[in-house]
Each structure stands twice: as structure tokens, then as C-alpha cells.
């Protein structure tokens, strides 16, 4: 029998400083989980130690991240930048400081698939097709310019588009939204959702933004102090017996949780819709 798709037990910290406290936790392919808690709770250690980062911050990470079955914490810096970007890519919190100023928008195309495949020839189709999914013009005009001369939206959904070029097991999705307006992180949000689903790609999403979450994943871990404290269903997370942590955080919602969930039909009696509700977050 096959394994989980992902494998994580990771402890972490910087110096004599442990941030992360043997978080422990799976997944399987298709997966939707999300990655939440307060500010100082390890979220962006986890990414970092999940990514084999730590050393580029003076940290350190111990325990093991088996992706397929392969260590990621036995990885040579080598080998893990041929893995970034091909098996596991990320969609960082900034699209604006990840992005190159000084490159032209197909030039980062060209050079991420110049990166993984030596096949020139596939990338063409692959760019285009990613470019229409994502909604972003296809013509040579757009491809030329430079980061700074597209809106911050436009920008993210570039850095979606190139995260999926070479169609990674393992999708990261760090605090996507926080630098975008509300109508915006609707759209990305929805975007990862749907492209997550027609690709069966596994997505762990990491937000301090709960609504977002219950919008896109089906799970939910929560940290607390750097440990993983609970993981929850969350098209039953208001019925369940949950971590106080979890509870804190489920009371700051400002309507019920299943009124946020976008795979479960609306009720209520309160609003019309569930548009109706979401206006009021």
C-alpha cells in the first residue's frame, strides 16, 4: 500500500531557540489543508523547514519531510533546487519582492522551465495554457513587461501560473492574499480552489486569514506556541470538540463556519446568500 503524498515531523528553531516543536502531520494527494494560528505561532518556520530553508535564515530543522517517500531533510542544497519548483513550488506571501524587477515576465517563465526541462519546445503551450487558466492576457505585449508594470493581483496570479509550470506534487501556498484587496483574495482564492481540484493537486495553505481558509481547504491544522495542536474537519468544524486554540480562533468569525464553507449548500435565514454574508467580513 501506498504512503501519504507528504510525511512531516519536523522540529525547528534558530540558535538555542525552538520555534518548532515536533509538528507531526500528513497528506495525501488532492489534499486542501490549511496551516493557521496566531502571529508567533511557527507558520513561516514550517514553511521554511518544509522547503529545507532554514540554513538561509541561520536556523535549523530536525526530523524528516517525506515527499513520495523521499527526504527532503536528506537533501543536498543541490538537489532540493532541483526539487523547489518542479516537485514542491510555493506561492509566496509577496509577489512583488519574489518577482525580478529587472525581468521581463516570459523571461521568468523561460527561466524557471530552463531550470527543470531542457525541452524548449513544451514551454510555449505550457505558458499559454497557464496564463488563460490563471486569466491573464496570453499576448506578446503583456509577456514583456515588467513586474512593476502590473497591478499587485496580476502579479499574484503570475506567481500562481509559474508555481504550476512544471505541475509540482506539492503546492505551498504562503499567505497568498494578505497584500491583496478583499475582491482580489476572493479571486485567487477561488482560483486555487478550482485548479486545485481539476489537477488533484495536493495544496497546503498557510494564512492567518481563517475565512479564507474555511473558503478553500478541507482541513485545517492549527499551531499554537509552535506546536501543532489540533487538525480539523472543516465541514463539521463547529460541532467538533476542538483545542482551545481552535476555539479562540473559530470565535473571532464573524458569522458560522458553515456559512464560509464554499462546497456546502447556503442556509439560513439570516441572509440571502452566501455572498449576502460574506459582504459583511
Known amino acids: 500500500m501506498m504512503g501519504p503524498l507528504l510525511d512531516v515531523k519536523i522540529s525547528a528553531g534558530y540558535g538555542d ?3 518548532l516543536h515536533d509538528v507531526r502531520f500528513f497528506m495525501d494527494r488532492g489534499d486542501r489543508t490549511g496551516v493557521v494560528g496566531t502571529s508567533g505561532a511557527g507558520k513561516s518556520t514550517l514553511v521554511l523547514a518544509l522547503l529545507g530553508m532554514m540554513p538561509w535564515r541561520k536556523g535549523w530543522a530536525r526530523g524528516h519531510v517525506l515527499l513520495r517517500g523521499k527526504d527532503l531533510m536528506r537533501c543536498s542544497e543541490r538537489e532540493l533546487r532541483e526539487l523547489r519548483g518542479k516537485e514542491v513550488a510555493l506561492v509566496p506571501q509577496s509577489p512583488a519582492a519574489a518577482l525580478n524587477p529587472a525581468l521581463s515576465l516570459g523571461t521568468h517563465f523561460k527561466e524557471l522551465w530552463r531550470a527543470h526541462d531542457s525541452d524548449s519546445k513544451g514551454l510555449q503551450p505550457r505558458m499559454m495554457q497557464l496564463l488563460d487558466r490563471v486569466e491573464l492576457p496570453t499576448d506578446p505585449a503583456f509577456l514583456k513587461r515588467k513586474p512593476a508594470e502590473i497591478s499587485i493581483g496580476q502579479a499574484q496570479r503570475v506567481m500562481i501560473a509559474l508555481a504550476l509550470l512544471h505541475r509540482p ?5 504562503d499567505e497568498p492574499t494578505s497584500a491583496l484587496d478583499v475582491c482580489t483574495q476572493r479571486e485567487v482564492v477561488d482560483l486555487l480552489r478550482e485548479i486545485s481540484l481539476e489537477e488533484e493537486m495536493t ?6 486569514d481563517l475565512i479564507t481558509v474555511f473558503q478553500l481547504c478541507e482541513n485545517m491544522l492549527v499551531m499554537n506556541s509552535g506546536s501543532l495542536v489540533d487538525r480539523v474537519a472543516l465541514s463539521d468544524a463547529g460541532s467538533q470538540d476542538v483545542h482551545p486554540a481552535t476555539r479562540r480562533l473559530l470565535q473571532t468569525l464573524p458569522v458560522a463556519p458553515h456559512l464560509l464553507r464554499a462546497d456546502v449548500p447556503f442556509h439560513s435565514t439570516l441572509y440571502s446568500s452566501r455572498e449576502d454574508a460574506l459582504m459583511l467580513l
Open 17 to 19: 531557540r525552538t520555534t
Open 169 to 173: 506534487s506539492l503546492l505551498i501556498a
Open 203 to 208: 495544496l497546503l495553505y498557510v494564512s492567518h
